[in-house]
């Protein structure tokens, strides 16, 4: 899957603060089609920011998690300019990643 | 008896005469927008279309908040992307609309004096679909609002300048639209005015009812009960469940003429589209 996050980090003081939208259907395999038929389960995994290489979260999410995920965290440090680089993998092995710089 | 008889065909003769002389939209329209700025004085006329946010602080707040991200960024660059595309015979969905398609949606719905029915621009993307060899969309989710998020994006800010002409036709659909709009129905037995005008700005449940003016300025909406995108139809059907009321067909006359009054009812209110409601 190409093109699903859409991320904002403002560096703010000595900590940054950063948002994702993330466009998956994140199913959680118990609900059920048009047809009576379940939708299997596919959701992301794994979900990780790094800052400059450091890795500042780990995301470890599930079907628990509604679909078109929403994400907004601070870490401490980073400052304009840096990057900011984001990856996630589903259950299905599929994965997308993308890195934006700090504002 | 027959006194009594004479009398009642006299009334039912009368009647029609007298329905097309009350039939004045401007006054309908002066007298609605009136209302509801004498009803919320503090709430700037262009704020309207931001529904239940210029109701109350905490949901502008929170919806601010959202706004950061919009949640129909991707359904705005995905009709970005729906609305160029060729179709298979080579033409676009820009030729069959005036200005090629761009800020054109503050006029819709528009009367069609061919067909002598109201015409959205949902349904003016369907027949164009359909001039041109293809299957029309689903009305209420899906490409269809997607290519929505997109066209009222273009026209955003735009005053709405949906126009009810002088004739009889347009005149009566818009009649049937107003009438829709106070005609209770279904078994909680409610109105779009008894939420809309009588409820504006109170609580329903979890949810702050919006005022009917600028009501569908801000469609197609993201909304989160949905969790997806739809369209004003795909709220009218919501809307009649709600009350327990039967819906119609997305393409049903009710929901034209009644979209038709509800944007009329909005005229020189900024197109706010796409939105997003909880």
């Known amino acids: ?103 | 008896m027959k006194r009594l008889l004479i009398l009642l065909l006299a009334a039912l003769l009368l009647r029609p005469a007298l329905a097309a002389e009350r039939v004045d939209p401007a006054a309908d329209l002066k007298a609605f927008q009136t209302y509801f700025h004498a009803r919320f004085p503090h709430v700037p006329p262009a704020d309207f279309v931001n529904g239940p946010y210029a109701m109350d602080a905490g949901m502008r707040a929170q919806w601010q908040q959202i706004m950061q991200f919009p949640p129909y960024q991707f359904a705005l660059d995905h009709g970005k992307e729906l609305f160029a595309a060729a179709f298979p015979n080579g033409h676009h969905y820009a030729d069959c609309l005036p200005h090629g398609g761009i800020g054109i949606a503050q006029n819709y719905p528009r009367f069609d004096p061919k067909t002598g029915r109201v015409v959205t621009l949902e349904i003016a993307l369907n027949r164009c679909r359909v001039v041109n060899g293809l299957k029309k969309l689903k009305l209420t989710t899906g490409d269809m609002d997607d290519l929505m998020a997109y066209l009222t994006d273009r026209s955003h800010g735009r005053p709405v300048a949906v126009v009810v002409p002088d004739d009889p036709r347009a005149r009566a659909a818009y009649e049937r639209g107003k009438e829709y709009f106070y005609a209770r129905r279904g078994q909680l037995n409610f109105s779009c005015a008894s939420c809309h005008m009588q409820g504006a700005g109170r609580h329903l449940r979890g949810d702050v009812l919006a005022p009917a003016l600028g009501l569908i300025a801000s469609f197609p909406i993201y909304r989160s009960a949905w969790g997806s995108m739809g369209t004003v139809v795909r709220r009218f059907i919501g809307c009649n469940k709600q009350v327990r009321a039967v819906p119609q067909r997305a393409d049903s006359e009710d929901y034209r003429d009644l979209e038709y009054f509800l944007a009329y009812m909005s005229d020189g209110l900024p197109v706010a589209g796409p939105g997003a409601r909880p």
């Open chain 1, 1 to 103: 899957m190409a093109n699903t996050i859409l991320v904002r980090a403002n560096a703010d003081g000595g900590s940054t603060v950063v948002q994702a939208l993330i466009r998956h259907p994140m199913d959680s395999g118990f609900v059920k089609d048009k047809s009576g038929k379940l939708i299997p389960p596919h959701y992301i995994e794994v979900l990780e920011f790094a800052h400059n290489g450091t890795v500042v979260l780990t995301a470890l999410w599930g079907p628990a998690v509604s679909k078109d995920p929403f994400i907004k965290f601070s870490f401490k440090g980073g400052k304009k300019g840096d990057t900011l680089s984001i990856s996630w993998i589903d259950n299905k092995g599929l994965k997308d990643s993308r890195t934006a710089a700090i504002m």
